[in-house]
């Protein structure tokens, strides 16, 4: 006999609908991304304001080669932007959704996982 779980109701939207071919490739880079534990710290450290890559590569213990290579990824993606100001240029998260999922991620990496989400669809 299995244990009684309490359900966890999910909201859905009845309307869902596919997206395009091209939006699923694009996310799909978005994740490929941030699919990196360094490229992952680079977004966490960005949470607290712009930096430039000598600032990040302090922070992060890594040289000022790997911390570009890893900002070029996540530029190339949309999820920081960049200013040049004199002979620095400064990152900084693209807009409040990278950190958004960042925060989700986070959330449900170190989150325990007991009760699955029961949607109400079809009720």
Not at 68 to 97: N, P, T
Request: net charge negative.
């Amino acid at each position: 006999m299995e244990p009684e779980r309490s359900e966890v109701i999910c909201p859905v939207d009845a309307s869902w609908d596919p997206l395009s071919e091209r939006d699923y490739e694009k996310t799909a880079a978005l994740f490929r991304a941030i699919g990196d534990p360094e490229r992952l710290k680079t977004i966490h450290v960005l949470t607290n304001g712009r930096q430039c890559v000598g600032q990040l590569a302090a922070v992060l213990g890594s040289s000022m080669s790997s911390i570009s290579q890893r900002l070029k990824i996540l530029y190339a993606a949309d999820l920081v932007r960049r200013e040049k100001v004199g002979k620095h240029v400064y990152y900084e998260l693209a807009d409040h959704h990278v950190w958004g999922m960042l925060q989700n991620g986070i959330e449900h990496a170190t989150a325990p996982h007991g009760e699955p989400c029961v949607t109400d669809r079809g009720k």
